[in-house]
């Protein structure tokens, strides 16, 4: 059975930082590209970051990108989301999925998700 955890959400003042991780289990984690995503209420889900199996390439939304690192330890089965300067249009919940196949930024995509955990940045 595979499980994706999340933690490290919170509340922040703007201009903070926060660290998510997302340890895997169940799966050969290795192999999967994995993503990280967003939903703020009433928004659909929005594509944040995704880093390739090997930590080695990463891509990322226009409106994180200087400011969101991504990376991971297949050693560790868990994939980081560093986020600085965060703003208030940050806060959403924050979720992190698994793609067997392509390092993809649709949702629809990903095999696996996790339950997500809360950001909230206040101005």
């Known amino acids: 059975q595979v499980r994706l955890v999340e933690s490290g959400g919170g509340l922040v003042q703007a201009g903070g930082s926060l660290r998510l991780s997302c340890v895997a289990s169940g799966l050969t984690f290795s192999t999967y590209v994995m993503g990280w995503f967003r939903q703020a209420p009433g928004k659909e889900r929005e594509f944040v970051a995704v880093?390739?199996?090997?930590?080695?390439?990463?891509t990322y939304a226009d409106s994180v990108k200087g400011r969101f690192t991504a990376s991971r330890d297949n050693a560790k089965n868990t994939v980081y989301l560093q986020m600085n300067s965060l703003k208030p249009e940050d806060t959403a919940v924050y979720s992190c999925?698994?793609?067997?196949?392509?390092?993809?930024?649709?949702?629809?995509?990903?095999?696996?998700w996790g339950q997500g955990t809360q950001v909230t940045v206040s101005s």
């Open positions: 880093i390739s199996r090997g930590g080695g390439s990463t």
């Open positions: 999925a698994a793609d067997r196949y392509y390092d993809s930024t649709h949702p629809e995509s990903y095999n696996y």
